[in-house]
């Protein structure tokens, strides 16, 4: 099967959101202009307009062109598009600032080529009171300890899809505990979001599709003051699609809203003899470790990501899966013309899920990440992949290897080695991204596995045997005319088994105020 396009039709909510947005930067820009009529130090505003055209092979986009871009993937073959965004942050001077402030942003592409279509990628509003800060709407957002340039990305939320629209409230950056002198630190943050319309997997007996909520909540802490030269980190994060679970089951789903609401928040399960036993909604997360030191010019930060889906991790039958990550910064203040900025490899592995003939017995069966027995498209928001890209849905994979009809992540059981760099030569700056991956399908297209209470399933074939994949881009940027102005070219190859191969490349010219 091949990819579908992006999608052009959005809510009235979200429109309603750029409207929003809209009208307070009009009302920003004047009193930008008041400020400086009055001397005042101006605040930290940032606009990019930009234009790109791409070609690609074969009618598809290669795994990078489109992977971890917040929703805003290019169309199928020969296209052009222009992208607009306007930002406003936070203050600078936060000596000056510790009380209120507030900002907001907005960024959109155009598409253009077989089809024209808008895609609104942010869309918000924020502010904050001291250390807490609260924002609505949809942004660029991140659940987990990963490195945000060159990661694969992280397990629950990295940025391949479109922002889930919002309220989010919380400690956005790390605050000293008091009478820690800074040797202990938290942040963390809780929200309530729309997903909107859902499908629903055909065994509910009373409803095809319902509105379906999303719940998310964090908390991480350091050890090891910033002036330290080594610091430790750690935390977890819990996400949930959720909702409507009376108009899903019917009456026989005895809970109330608040009800469903405190079961979804801590986790808990619920059943009766009507409704299957089990947690509230889909849920996931994954618990996550990082060690970080400062040597001579260089930053190492080592993590890991424990992953969890629906009780595999309790019972410490999938602690063999995980994503693995080392990265290693140039922090030096006067890099020469020709220098390296960052490198990170990562190992990613989620062939186990618990799920071996031989693993412990559990009451949930394998992990089957991704894939949920209630939300036929599980952990996805607008067909995309919520998590981590690397996750194969059915729409990308080749149509002749095994799938199970009822699972739309058809490939979740994967071990895969992945490099990234970041390096300048004089004014350019490359970036470059390797990925290679062993993958392996589900366990519903494998021989056997662990099921529910440690019996056993036997599958009938075809089975999805192990397909090797390669997935590589490159990205090279320059400033040009009296540096006002960016050029960039890009290129990107799929070749393997698991992906069509494709080849892609494309050119843009931006500029930033």
Not at 169 to 179: F, K, L, Q, R
């Amino acid at each position: 099967m091949k990819p579908n396009k992006a999608y052009s039709i959005y809510s009235a909510s979200e429109v309603g959101l750029l409207l929003l947005v809209l009208f307070l930067y009009q009302n920003t820009a004047r009193a930008q202009e008041t400020d400086s009529l009055r001397h005042l130090p101006p605040r930290d505003y940032q606009m990019e307009i930009g234009t790109q055209v791409i070609a690609t092979s074969k009618g598809l986009v290669p795994f990078w062109m489109r992977s971890n871009r917040n929703g805003s993937i290019p169309l199928d073959g020969m296209s052009g598009s222009i992208t607009a965004s306007l930002i406003k942050n936070f203050h600078e001077d936060t000596s000056a600032h510790r009380g209120f402030d507030w900002g907001g942003g907005i960024a959109v592409r155009v598409n253009t080529g077989n089809k024209a279509e808008i895609i609104p990628i942010e869309a918000f509003v924020k502010a904050k009171y001291n250390i807490i800060q609260a924002r609505i709407g949809r942004f660029k957002d991140i659940n987990g300890i990963v490195d945000s340039t060159l990661s694969l990305g992280a397990f629950s939320v990295s940025n391949n899809a479109l922002g889930i629209p919002q309220l989010e409230i919380g400690i956005p950056e790390y605050w000293s505990i008091p009478y820690t002198k800074g040797l202990i630190a938290l942040k963390g943050s809780i929200s309530h979001g729309w997903f909107g319309t859902y499908e629903l997997r055909s065994q509910t007996q009373f409803v095809n599709e319902a509105e379906a909520y999303y719940h998310q909540k964090s908390l991480y802490g350091r050890i090891g003051k910033p002036s330290w030269k080594v610091r430790i980190y750690g935390g977890i994060n819990h996400q949930v699609m959720w909702g409507n679970e009376r108009k899903i089951f019917g009456p026989a789903f005895e809970l109330s809203n608040f009800q469903s609401f405190t079961h979804v928040f801590f986790g808990k399960a619920y059943g009766n003899n009507t409704v299957p036993t089990s947690k509230i909604g889909n849920q996931l997360g994954s618990i996550d470790q990082m060690l970080e030191a400062d040597l001579n010019g260089v930053r190492l930060t080592g993590y890991h990501q424990f992953f969890y889906d629906i009780g595999g991790l309790y019972h410490l039958t999938n602690l063999r899966d995980g994503l693995w990550g080392l990265s290693v910064a140039n922090t030096k203040k006067d890099a020469p013309s020709i220098s390296w900025e960052k490198f990170l490899v990562e190992f990613l592995y989620s062939r186990s899920q618990g799920g071996e003939i031989d693993s412990k017995p559990t009451p949930s069966g394998a992990e089957d990440y991704y894939n949920n027995f209630l939300y036929y498209k599980g952990w996805s928001y607008r067909d995309e992949n919520i998590g981590n890209p690397l996750f194969t849905s059915k729409k990308y994979l080749r149509s002749e290897l095994p799938h199970q009809e009822t699972e739309y992540f058809g490939n979740n059981r994967i071990a895969a080695f992945h490099i990234g760099g970041l390096f300048n030569f004089y004014d350019w700056k490359f970036k470059t991204l390797l990925t290679f991956s062993s993958n392996y399908g589900t366990y519903a297209t494998a021989p056997a596995a662990k099921s529910v209470g440690g019996r056993i399933v036997y599958n009938d074939p075809p089975y999805f045997q192990k397909v090797n994949q390669f997935s590589g881009l490159l990205e090279i940027d320059k400033p040009i005319w009296k540096q006002r102005y960016r050029l960039g070219l890009v290129l990107a190859v799929d070749n393997g088994e698991l992906l069509y191969n494709s080849f892609g490349g494309g050119i843009k010219l931006s500029r930033k105020w």
